[in-house]
DNA sequence: CAAGTATACATAATTTTCTTATGTATAAGA
DNA sequence: TCTTATACATAAGAAAATTATGTATACTTG
């Protein structure tokens, strides 16, 4: 996420929450689609997301599936049954995260 | 923050958004400040917020202050002037920055 | 047809920013 | 007296990025 440095710890969240809407999908092609939703905003870097995937993997999250298009190989993710549960999970927890970091930047609203 | 490991990145500006709300604090009342107005979720711990404090005021944006009350030493806090503009700056940053990831996260109501 | 850009994967070194653990010290409450 | 609360601080380690590098194929452009 080059657009700055803020919102470490929210890739692998965004990566599940994109598997849902989305059956498949190859590294590359997640670059893609946040970069497009985000008008461009955000820019996800391979040194973070393919450690990402490949840790989401690991613990049984995502599987994968090889594929060979156009002469060039593409690695297509999808979740797994406990990827799917972790996914709503992660999801969940980050707006919880997201509503009490706005009480915190606007003190009004919440409390006095 | 030991609700999650979430939104590493955002403390300084949680930080620096308080002192605008609030001309002095000190580190233990940051603590239960930001305890206090999420509800116990946000629990931010000394060992991330005096090294973020110390740096914010190293790059100049904090100014301080030490009281000793009921025996006890206090180091107040306040916004230098161009802390009180990086406020400003790291937090409509901050506001982009949640403004994306709703996209990411609801693409349905983003684009199609 | 050579060079640059796009597609597509991957890893290593480094940096940033936390958590956890530890340390010092005073005050208040059980 | 012991525990909890207040109040500061730093050090070791972990987590999650950034930046740099590497490999390889396809497409575009001059």
Redesign the interface.
């Known amino acids: 996420m080059s ?8 890739l692998a ?2 990566v599940l ?2 598997l849902e ?1 989305q059956e498949k999908m190859y590294g590359y092609e997640i670059t893609q689609k ?1 970069k ?3 008008e461009g ?2 820019k996800i870097t391979e040194g973070a997301l393919y450690p990402t995937l490949h840790k989401l993997e690991a613990e049984g999250y995502l599987t994968t599936e090889t594929q060979l298009v156009d002469g060039r190989v593409r690695k297509y993710y999808s979740l797994t049954k406990e990827g799917n549960a972790e996914a709503k999970a992660k ?1 969940s ?6 509503a ?2 706005q ?3 606007n ?2 609203l ?2 006095g």
Do not use: D, H, M, Y
């Open positions: 657009s700055s440095k803020l919102l470490k710890g929210s969240t965004i929450r994109l809407e946040v497009q939703l985000t905003e955000f999801v927890e980050l707006e919880e995260f997201l009490n970091l009480k915190v930047l003190p009004k919440g409390l």
